[in-house]
């Protein structure tokens, strides 16, 4: 595999998400795990301007922030790239940690994504389940994170179970916001 | 020392430097260390809507990224504020690295990071240069850091020990882009 397509080595990106009736993605399910709702969206659309939205949530694709480079080529070996035409579901997971994850240095933020085990849980879920991670608390934003996920339906017995997995693990106690929209492609 | 005053612990902020002829800086000194120059600048509003603005640069504070426990509450006892009366001098120095910087994952950035000895460097001019760091490349931006520093005139020789020392460490290898921007507060 070239360098340029390792795992979280491209240029950052900034994508925004747009709640409104147009958009390529109905929502086909939307739930609050934890915190504030958002309001109940019909479409989704990635990425293009939508006059009516009730909400947009913006963020941006980063180099990694704890990913250690032995994990980065066990992730590199089973990558999967977003918009592959078999991934018909999606899924938004925006995110936001509370103060006490923001105030702790990163060392101590590393051993609990580590203890957590984030890594290894997505990881056994590659190729299947594509995921790319946005960045959104540095832009002010009310989430921190917003997370897309793409995959067959056939895997969506198993994205439930990585999600199960990973709402369990220490770091997510550090949730304070999650919200999980479920989305199907419109063709 | 409250928590919320700990070195990197505060809510991000989106901070703007404009250069044009309006500004509470005036530029003395403007040289190109490294890479593309900037134009000219006279003078640099920090946060201010300059019309007449020649270029805008545009970075975020935000967690710290590399900064362990222990380095972080060995620069909390020392950390000095922007804005303090006597820090009549200032320099902005955005820097652009290289994409084999930005290719590397976290283990092997902050193993170079340690081997720099950046934390003990800008610690040991501290609490005289105050610094405050914004990240640009997220945001798309021509640099990837922007970084202010501000110190008494009287602290101006150690300021440039300071940068002497941090351009000979490992991580300036990556550094493809400098420019060093000094100024001088107009009241």
């Known amino acids: 595999m070239p360098p340029s397509a390792a795992y979280g080595a491209a240029a950052p990106i900034m994508v925004s998400f747009c709640a409104g009736t147009t958009g390529e993605w109905q929502v086909i399910r939307q739930s609050t795990w934890i915190g504030e709702p958002l309001p109940q969206a019909a479409r989704l659309a990635v990425d293009a301007a939508t006059p009516d939205a009730s909400w947009t949530l913006t963020g941006f694709t980063s180099n990694l922030r704890y ?9 590199d070996a089973r990558t999967a790239a977003i918009g592959r035409p078999e991934a018909r579901m999606a899924a938004l997971i925006p995110i936001r940690k509370s103060a006490v994850w923001w105030a702790m240095a990163q060392d101590d ?8 085990g984030h890594t290894p849980i997505g990881r056994g879920y590659l190729p299947a389940i594509a995921r790319r991670l946005h960045h959104s608390r540095d832009l002010g934003q009310p989430f921190d994170f917003l997370t897309w996920f793409e995959f067959a339906p056939d895997a969506e017995p198993a994205f439930e179970e990585l999600l199960a997995q990973l709402r369990i693990t220490p770091e997510w106690r550090y949730v304070e916001r999650e919200v999980d929209i479920r989305l199907v492609r419109i063709d």
Chains 1, 2 share one sequence.
């Not at 990913?67 to 992730?75: D, I, K």
């Not at 933020?109 to 957590?116: C, D, F, L, P």
């Open 67 to 75: 990913t250690t480079r032995a994990e980065r080529q066990s992730l």
């Open 109 to 116: 933020r590393r051993a609990i994504y580590e203890r957590s």
